[in-house]
């Protein structure tokens, strides 16, 4: 998806792209830690710290809450089509890799 964030972005703009695409990644892990430990708060709700099962099992259920929502935001990918990002490979494909021909001289 990083790459694609750069698809329509002019060169003379590329730079300032790029500033702004690596303050989004810092600010949704941000978002990402802050709602982890919200999440994991609530299933803790009144456990006593000193039953370590009942706070093993609360923080097992956080992270299963939160794989559980990584796994629905993840649907926004299935919006990509066949063509998003031909405009990065200008829609060729790789050239072929071309083997070197030795002549012999015939006699």
Avoid: C
Avoid at 31 to 43: C, K, N
């Amino acid at each position: 998806m990083n790459t694609l964030a750069y698809a329509d972005v002019e060169q003379k703009d590329s730079s300032m792209a790029s500033t702004i695409s690596s303050s989004f990644q810092q600010l949704s892990m941000s978002f990402g830690l802050a709602s982890g430990t919200l999440v994991t708060q609530w299933f803790l709700g009144k456990v006593p710290q000193t039953d370590h099962r009942l706070v093993t099992q609360a923080i097992h259920h956080g992270f299963l809450t939160l794989a559980g929502l990584t796994i629905l935001s993840s649907a926004v990918f299935w919006r990509l089509k066949r063509t998003d990002g031909e405009t990065i490979s200008r829609g060729t494909a790789p050239p072929p890799t071309v083997e070197p021909v030795t002549v012999t001289p015939s006699d």
